[in-house]
């Protein structure tokens, strides 16, 4: 957990680190989750504990990749509460 750049509106930020198997290889990837408060930057974290994502990574360079909300199941980054 961290503090984050935009003091004001999310001023916590977690970072989630991914991996995923493009043709055999093996890639990863970060994601920062910002939050109002450290305790509901922790809370987001543990939402994504031992859940599968989908991961979006680019054709021609496999090591390019993001996650998007709309794509996750239920539609939820992280716990919802």
């Known amino acids: 957990m961290s503090r984050s750049g935009d003091q004001y509106f999310h001023p916590w930020a977690a970072k989630l ?3 995923y198997i493009v043709n055999g ?22 939402g994504w ?12 360079k496999s090591d ?6 709309s794509d996750q199941p239920g539609g939820q980054l992280g716990n919802p509460a």
């Open 49 to 60: 504990k031992d859940r599968m994502i989908i991961v979006r990574y680019s054709p021609a």
């Open 17 to 19: 680190t991914y991996t």
């Open 64 to 69: 390019l990749s993001t996650i998007l909300k």
């Open 25 to 46: 290889e093996y890639f990863a990837g970060e994601y920062r989750l910002r939050a109002r408060t450290e305790q509901r930057a922790q809370e987001k974290v543990e």
